[in-house]
């Protein structure tokens, strides 16, 4: 057994045959219920004695994901209102190892996800001479719903708490606070874009890692309103925070996941909500960039078929009508007459669907990762192009399938449902490596970003490359201002 000392107390950790210590589910800030639920996070209670931290601990409320993505996404669930806790792995849990940091933010749509799952075990990073942390942060209503009289963006300041916990402890397990990279996939990396332009983040971390998601997905404070309002009418409450306190978590969790399946039943009612596809996210006054001189090292990017997990597992990919993939691409702010025969150029035997999936993950996902690496200069950009043989193929290079490539875990049994038999760990040790040197030196092993020279982007995995077209930059120009 290991112990090491917080500014709260002395936790107990478990070291591994493989010399790798891990810490699980301390608390960083108080739990966030009773006279403290909607407030941003409060310190959390020293504790007198030795902390046992070998299991990990509550995870924050949400729902199960919905079918087909339950069995597809790995997710858990464990009650207890103590759930603003963290996860730390180290070589060396010993104050003065000066060790580089990775702070994981996991995704989940900002209404599931932890940082307990085994796919997010950090063993390899610190195998790798690299402390990690994973953490919870609040979801859905308690995390994001905008409640007059409370804080906005309540899980973003969850995260900023642990990431000032982290300047305060982290020293005592080996790691290096002036040394900091936060990284997060999806919900998570559009969370450090929201963290990039808030004062209260600034000095927290030093390098950033944004998979699949960026600088473009929150909610206008008046369509967070009316979110509000639409949940409320489902619990039959007044749109108030005391309203929302007195619902038990047992009718609040299904009206929350019933409310996200209504949006993206019912597109048209929704707007930029549906856009999205998540009622629950940062409620922002506009879209902020951070500066070019914020003093964040970047490394950014994206999967080439990001947005087939959500057409291929459904069912939909085969199904997409040519008048869906119009309204789609309207909605997208793109005249469907000039983009679509764009698209088609380089595809020209693709089905609505596949068409879909092609603008769409442009607009979710690339794009964004391109305005925001040249919004700041020296960026670095990436791009997973490794096809899952799942679904007869179809899934192609999808949403999330880069997960287990980052954290070295091809053979977690919670990784097998994406990415089927015999994933190539050549491409994990060169993926997982790129993340550790970027965290070590601010450099990923390839030249940056130059959008006026050589616009350098790292393509990770055999693909398919699309017939080259005229302009290889057309269907990028046709969505810059479609996407806000």
């Known amino acids: 057994m290991?112990?090491?000392?917080?500014?709260?107390?002395?936790?107990?950790?478990?070291?591994?045959?493989?010399?790798?210590?891990?810490?699980?589910?301390?608390?960083?800030?108080?739990?966030?219920?009773?006279?403290?639920?909607?407030?941003?996070?409060?310190?959390?209670?020293?504790?007198?004695?030795?902390?046992?931290?070998?299991?990990?601990?509550?995870?924050?409320?949400?729902?199960?994901?919905?079918?087909?993505?339950?069995?597809?996404?790995?997710?858990?669930?464990?009650?207890?209102?103590?759930?603003?806790?963290?996860?730390?792995?180290?070589?060396?849990?010993?104050?003065?190892?000066g060790l580089p940091v990775l702070v994981w933010l996991h995704g989940g749509a900002f209404g599931n996800g932890s940082g307990s799952v085994s796919a997010y075990d950090g063993s390899a990073f610190a195998r790798d001479g690299v402390v990690c942390v994973t953490l919870n942060y609040r979801l859905g209503t308690d995390g994001f719903l905008r409640l007059p009289g409370r804080p906005d963006n309540r899980g973003l300041l969850d995260q900023i708490a642990a990431l000032r916990w982290v300047q305060d402890n982290i020293a005592s397990f080996g790691g290096d606070p002036r040394q900091v990279t936060v990284f997060g996939e999806s919900a998570g990396a559009m969370s450090i874009g929201a963290l990039l332009a808030m004062d209260a983040a600034r000095g927290l971390f030093h390098r950033a890692i944004l998979q699949s998601g960026a600088c473009h997905h929150f909610l206008r404070p008046a369509t967070a309103g009316l979110v509000t309002a639409r949940l409320a009418e489902r619990l039959g409450i007044e749109p108030t925070w005391e309203a929302f306190a007195g619902v038990p978590l047992r009718e609040l969790l299904p009206a929350q996941a019933e409310l996200r399946a209504e949006v993206t039943a019912d597109p048209a009612r929704w707007g930029e909500v549906a856009l999205n596809l998540m009622p629950f996210e940062p409620v922002l006054p506009g879209l902020a960039l951070p500066r070019p001189d914020c003093g964040v090292d970047l490394l950014v990017g994206s999967n080439r078929e990001e947005y087939r997990l959500f057409l291929v597992p459904t069912g939909r990919l085969g199904s997409v009508p040519l008048s869906a993939l119009h309204a789609m691409t309207a909605a997208y702010g793109l005249d469907p007459a000039e983009a679509l025969p764009v698209y088609r150029a380089s595809r020209p035997a693709a089905t609505p669907g596949e068409l879909l999936d092609a603008v769409a993950t442009d607009w979710f996902y690339r794009v964004p990762a391109i305005r925001l690496a040249e919004a700041v200069p020296g960026s670095y950009l990436y791009e997973f192009a490794w096809r899952s043989p799942r679904f007869d193929g179809a899934l192609g290079a999808c949403h999330s399938l880069e997960l287990p490539f980052v954290f070295d875990r091809l053979h977690d049994p919670s990784s097998a449902p994406l990415l089927g038999a015999d994933p190539p760990q050549a491409l994990a040790d060169a993926v997982h490596g790129a993340w550790v040197s970027f965290a070590r030196t601010g450099d990923p092993g390839w030249p940056s970003y130059d959008p006026e020279w050589s616009r350098t982007t790292m393509t990770f995995g055999a693909a398919a490359t699309p017939a080259p077209v005229d302009d290889p930059r057309a269907e990028e120009r046709l969505l810059w201002e479609g996407v806000r």
């Open 2 to 97: 290991t112990v090491c000392r917080t500014r709260q107390g002395e936790v107990r950790g478990r070291t591994s045959p493989s010399g790798v210590t891990s810490f699980l589910g301390v608390p960083y800030a108080a739990p966030p219920f009773g006279a403290l639920r909607f407030l941003a996070p409060a310190p959390p209670e020293p504790w007198t004695g030795v902390r046992d931290a070998r299991v990990h601990g509550p995870t924050a409320p949400h729902a199960p994901y919905a079918p087909p993505f339950d069995a597809l996404v790995p997710d858990d669930v464990i009650p207890g209102e103590d759930c603003l806790n963290l996860n730390v792995w180290t070589p060396a849990p010993e104050a003065g190892a």
